[in-house]
């Protein structure tokens, strides 16, 4: 996350094919608080969720479903395409805080490339701590929206602290998406707050945050690394850590031993550390 002005005039923009318009923005990181930083360089190790943005367009899956529609319904009384009609003068406004690898940045784009008639302005923000992850998601975009983000379509990739949000000048939002980010905050209250300030009043957020007893396995699997990572004086946040942490996992543990209930195919390094 960051504090501050624009980093080291790292801002740039690049137009797609469309017309549409993608652009940098990276904010300052030298006062980032320690938990902070520890997981800002867990996703520049490791941007998560692991994604291949050259090999992974025609297999692209998500299970969270963005259908503009049924948000208007439910979050905004139906009328959140009226609203921002071509008549209303109004973009629309979202921001993905804590996008990550971009799973939900594009299912976002695609349903607004479904109404773009309907949605004639549109702006999205896609805030994340880490460059890493900021870099395979707008390689992501590029690679799956072959006809680019559309003519109506403003995306910006923010690098930052969500809670620093409100100093970054983005302005306030019509919707904010946060998921699997809140809960790694020292203090998640201060990220709601962060998130409130730049909120809309006739705004809606989407939030997610992780479930302890569906996430059993993986919180036992990072348990287990660090007391291996004690054991042996290596570093957990190294490769050597990750491939022990891998091995015992693959090889050594009884498919019925607890540590890896819930650590199959979406399994990742992220998650171990």
Request: hydrophobic share 40%; charged share 20%.
């Amino acid at each position: 996350g960051g504090r501050g002005g624009v980093d080291g005039g790292n801002e740039g923009e690049v137009l797609d094919g469309s017309g549409g318009t993608m652009a940098n923005h990276e904010f300052g990181t030298a006062g980032v608080a320690a938990p902070t930083g520890l997981v800002r360089e867990q996703y520049e190790m490791l941007p998560y969720p692991p994604r291949q943005p050259d090999h992974d367009r025609s297999a692209f899956t998500i299970a969270v479903s963005f259908d503009l529609p049924t948000l208007s319904a439910r979050l905004f009384g139906g009328r959140l395409l009226q609203r921002h009609s071509a008549g209303s003068g109004r973009p629309l406004r979202i921001m993905v805080a804590g996008c990550g690898t971009g799973d939900m940045l594009i299912t976002i784009l695609r349903s607004l490339h479904v109404w773009r008639d309907s949605l004639p302005r549109v702006e999205v923000v896609a805030l994340d701590l880490s460059s890493a992850s900021l870099e395979v998601s707008r390689a992501r975009v590029e690679n799956h929206l072959v006809n680019g983000v559309g003519n109506s379509v403003e995306l910006r990739f923010v690098r930052g602290s969500l809670l620093d949000i409100e100093s970054f000048g983005l302005g306030q939002f019509d919707l904010i998406e946060c998921a699997g980010v809140l809960h790694h905050l020292p203090d998640p209250t201060a990220g709601m707050a962060a998130l409130r300030a730049v909120l809309k009043d006739d705004g809606a957020m989407v939030l997610m945050v992780y479930a302890t007893h569906g996430r059993r396995g993986i919180y036992l699997t990072q348990l287990m690394s660090r007391l291996l990572a004690n054991a042996t004086q290596v570093p957990l946040m190294s490769a050597e850590s990750l491939s022990t942490v891998r091995q015992l996992l693959d090889h050594g543990l009884h498919k019925y031993h607890p540590t890896p209930l819930g650590f199959g195919s979406e399994a990742h390094d992220s998650d171990a550390v």
